[in-house]
């Protein structure tokens, strides 16, 4: 488990925790009333690295809350403020809220020697609503000054969506996911664009400019989609604000990289091969990662959701059925899962309706050295399927024949380079000192259906499985799945052509014996009457 790092600092009680190494994290504040200690978590987020080198010395915290000097449109010299500044401007009003709130006979020591929870709650969230009025304040600010600049606007629409003040069109509120998605998007947003750049700018230059530049940065043309679908959605959202009049920047960015080849290639497991994993005999954290993929597969939840099942999940239906209660994380859709496999009840008891909580890398990563056991006696784990590489693979390969080279060239590696090839040279497939992968004649990547394993694998297997059948409709698929259209659904249907063919022989041979049966009984009706 991650390590909570506390930085304890001289500034007025105000210090900064953050688990494992995290760009952003939050202040606390701690105060003592009548000798009795309270810490606040004061929503305050500032850079980590730019909070721990302002700390240092009283020169440095003086550099980080100065407001920056520059020169205005009419060139006279102005100052406007900057993270520091407003983080220093945000522990003032904390300190002088408490301080307040001291004055006003609040956070007083109980008979019990602790202050009250009374007393603790309005606190917080005192607190609270200074930066949350902070917040709302530079929204608006944003809103009002130059948001027909890309870059301001782009700034106003990312503090929108963490605020959760710009939501979806459907209403709901942005997830963790696309946030960040969306965060990333400004280093490409920042390399073709200025702060004086208008939405009225945008030409066929500044799109060729665009494109030429995530050609450069992306090698996969559905992440190079995605980030021409920002764009659009960026300039469009401009023109709802009333921000963009420049109906060009709105209907000019298209999926250029519309490819289906670019695709990774998904694979499933069959019930087989889920019961095979069952069985398989493992101990401590890997049979932990197994059970809970079984888990996955069972309920046909994503891994984040399907990690936090727990005993209060469980329960019957109006029908008496039982069920599994759980609200998903990403979209927050409600979904009821039957339990129709005693096995999902035998593995929560071992767990004791608690599953041990992993990293999503550390997961995937043990489920594929799992997969790579359960090969050695399931023979199908071994066929062999024509995919892509993921961006990081595609990276790590590069890294490998990198390190490799300059080893055979009788170069010195450092310490991270010298572990790097360990881990390589433990996973690789190819020999040839290049690729890690093994690739056909026509360059095209193969692997092994044990490797192509991932988290979400379970989820695919689970829905893919359950379509197999032939029983269910999709709209109970989705029901359980928590899909909110067929043409998603659709996407973790992961079925062959041969297992198509299969099913529709097996109808049509159905039908035939049908209509001979039918045949048959009208013969046999003339012959009696």
Partial sequence: MAKTKKTATSMRGFFLRVTG?????????RFNRDGVGMTIW?????????WESAIQSPAKWSDYTSEERYIDDEGKEAYRSTEGSRVKRLMDDVVSCVNKLIADGRGQKGPDGKISEEDKVLFQKSIDDIVNHDAFLRNKKAE???????????NFFINGIESGSIKHHNGKPYAYNSIRLWKAFKTDLCAVTSEHMTFEMIDKFFVDKFYQNIEKNSDFGTTKNQKAGQMRKLCALAAEYGKNNNAYSVSVWKSRYADKSDRRTSIYLTDEEIDALYNLQLDGTMEAVRDMFFIGCMTCQRYSDFKRINRSMFGKNEDGVP????????????VEIPIVDDRILKVC???DFKFPQFSSVYFGTTIKKIARELAKVVPSLNEIYVTRLTQTEAKSEKNYARIYAKKQCGKWLTISERQSLKLFLQFRVCLDGVHLWERDEEGNILKPKYAMITTHTARRSGITNLYNTGVFDTKELRAMSGHQSDDNLDLYIKTSVSEQSTKIYLKMKKLKEGKKGQKAQKISLNKAV
């Fill in 21 to 29: 190494k995290k760009a952003n994290g939050y202040l606390y504040y």
């Fill in 144 to 154: 009002v000054d130059n948001l027909n600049h890309i870059v301001a606007f782009y």
């Fill in 349 to 351: 008891e071992k767990y």
């Fill in 323 to 334: 069920v599994i209660r759980l609200t998903q994380m990403k979209t927050k859709t409600k």
């Fill in 42 to 50: 004061t929503g305050i987020n500032v850079d980590v690295k730019s």
